[in-house]
């Protein structure tokens, strides 16, 4: 079906929150009022704020309630889409840039307020290759992560170490003679969670208790304890900085 005539500045804006996010309120006031203060000094009119609630960023936006919203908006014409970052609307790099690409051709601009600390949008082939660069520098930084997590335990097994317990979260080995590491997508999913209620504020022990809403559970399937949270959320930085030691050393 051809899409309506598109209304250069009307905008949608976009909001993706928890369920205990919603009940306190701290993220969706702060994207909404983020979103409102954006458009007006960008002279854009917003018709309407979508909120999407206790949905989790690994479905595709056209497989959410609110992102279908936020699709019948531009089929109406409207021509730019606000969000606060990246990932209240993707679930990663390749899905952002598919989806970009289509809005692009359709003559939607996407505008991200807060990307690295700068807010960014695509109206501009400048703007379009910045956030193409930025995506691909992050997949790259994933991929390289791996790399350096499965050089770490080719190291070890080396030295005739132990690495049955090393996997790290995040990841799974497999192989039966020589041991790699794939990504585990349930357990990233659980990592990127539980960093994004961090970044609310939110105590261990809330994060735990959402996580565990989500059916997020940890390797035990027992309940997340505090102290397993904040094991969660240091689990990574103190594998790559381990990765990294060992790197060195070789």
């Known amino acids: 079906m051809k899409p309506a005539k598109r209304t250069t500045n009307q905008a949608v804006g976009y909001c993706r929150v928890s369920t205990i996010e919603q009940t306190n309120g701290i993220s969706l006031d702060a994207q909404q009022a983020r979103i409102r203060s ?28 609110g992102g279908c919203k936020v699709l019948e908006a531009i089929r109406q014409g409207v021509g730019h889409v606000v969000a606060l970052k990246l990932d209240r609307l993707f679930r990663n790099t390749i899905d952002c840039l598919t989806v970009v690409k289509r809005w692009e051709k359709a003559g939607v601009t996407l505008h991200l307020i807060n990307h690295g600390g700068a807010s960014i949008d695509t109206s501009s082939a400048l703007g379009v290759m910045f956030l193409t660069m930025a995506a691909g520098f992050a997949e790259m930084e994933r991929t390289m992560a791996s790399e350096r997590t499965a050089f770490g335990l080719a190291r070890k097994r080396e030295r005739g170490e132990k690495t049955g317990g090393d996997v790290p979260y995040g990841f799974k080995a497999v192989g039966r003679d020589v041991k790699r590491l794939v990504v585990d997508e349930g357990e990233q999913a659980i990592i990127q969670a539980a960093h994004e209620l961090k970044e609310q504020g939110l105590s261990l022990r809330a994060i735990g208790a959402a996580l565990a809403e989500r059916g997020m559970l940890p390797r035990s399937g027992h309940a997340w304890h505090p102290e397993s949270v904040s094991n969660l959320l240091k689990a990574w930085q103190d594998w790559q900085k381990r990765v990294m030691d060992w790197e060195q050393e070789g």
């Not at 007006?40 to 009119?45: N, T, V, W």
């Open 38 to 65: 954006y458009c007006e000094s960008k002279g854009l009119e917003l018709v309407e704020i979508v909120i999407e609630g206790g949905v989790s960023a690994s479905k595709p936006l056209d497989e959410r309630c």
